[in-house]
């Protein structure tokens, strides 16, 4: 099965902050991506990246930067965190062979707080 | 730009009946892939059934089915004999051929009543 993994389940942070959410795959896929969560929202793009170095800009990239240095691991970076970007965040992967048809996997998601 | 609408924010079964979540979506392509993932309190998000728009059969995994009307660009998940783990988030999702990126609806709560 395939395993996605999120460093924290749960994480505080202080307003101002530099903050690194880090993902995980240990299926060798070629794509990852960031959302984030919120109640009536559903989810939304922050970023996406389809080969390491790779990145392309979602829906709402504002205040987020990323980093895939390696092919297993994606990261989230929030520059300086702000109270509005307190929300849930999923990372998910697949793989690129027949790309349509295959399904994400999501990891657990982690719940940020902005504080 | 696509759009995925989920029309319902609640939706409350018994357990043993049939519940059935609605999906619309809005796109110009004739190739694409629809989804049904179920997102379990506190748990991870999980694929339930997918559906490929250039088939006319609807999909169907044990109680998980789908009612694909292209023509009118709807995609209802139906679940059959309902179960206590059936209670969960359900988002419908939208992808274009040879893109990677999902556009989700924003989700259907099913509560699940003994």
């Known amino acids: 099965d395939v395993k996605v993994t999120q460093s924290s389940r749960y994480l505080v942070k202080r307003t101002g902050e530099k903050v690194f959410l880090e993902c995980v795959q240990d299926?060798?896929?070629?794509?990852m991506f960031w959302y984030r969560q919120d109640p009536g929202l559903g989810l939304r793009l922050i970023y996406f990246s389809y080969d390491v170095k790779m990145k392309e800009k979602g829906d709402i990239p504002e205040g987020y930067s990323v980093s895939r240095e390696k092919k297993e691991r994606f990261s989230l970076i929030l520059e300086s965190a702000s109270t509005n970007q307190t929300s849930m965040y999923l990372c998910?992967?697949?793989?690129?062979?027949?790309?349509?048809?295959?399904?994400?996997?999501f990891g657990d998601g982690t719940r940020l707080s902005i504080l | 730009a696509q759009t995925v609408t989920q029309s319902q924010p609640e939706m409350s079964v018994q357990e043993a009946e049939t519940v059935t979540l609605s999906c619309t979506y809005d796109t110009s392509e004739s190739d694409y892939y629809l989804f049904w993932y179920k997102q379990p309190p506190s748990r991870q998000m999980i694929l339930v059934i997918r559906?490929?728009?250039?088939?006319?059969q609807n999909a169907t995994e044990n109680r998980f089915s789908v009612n694909f009307q292209k023509a009118a660009k709807s995609f209802s998940l139906k679940i059959s004999d309902s179960q206590l783990g059936d209670a969960a988030m359900y988002f419908c999702a939208y992808r274009r051929s040879g893109y990677s990126t999902l556009t989700f609806g924003k989700g259907t709560m099913l509560l699940v009543s003994p």
């Open positions: 559906q490929e728009a250039y088939k006319q």
């Open positions: 299926m060798d896929h070629e794509n």
């Open positions: 998910a992967s697949s793989s690129h062979v027949g790309a349509s048809n295959q399904p994400q996997h």
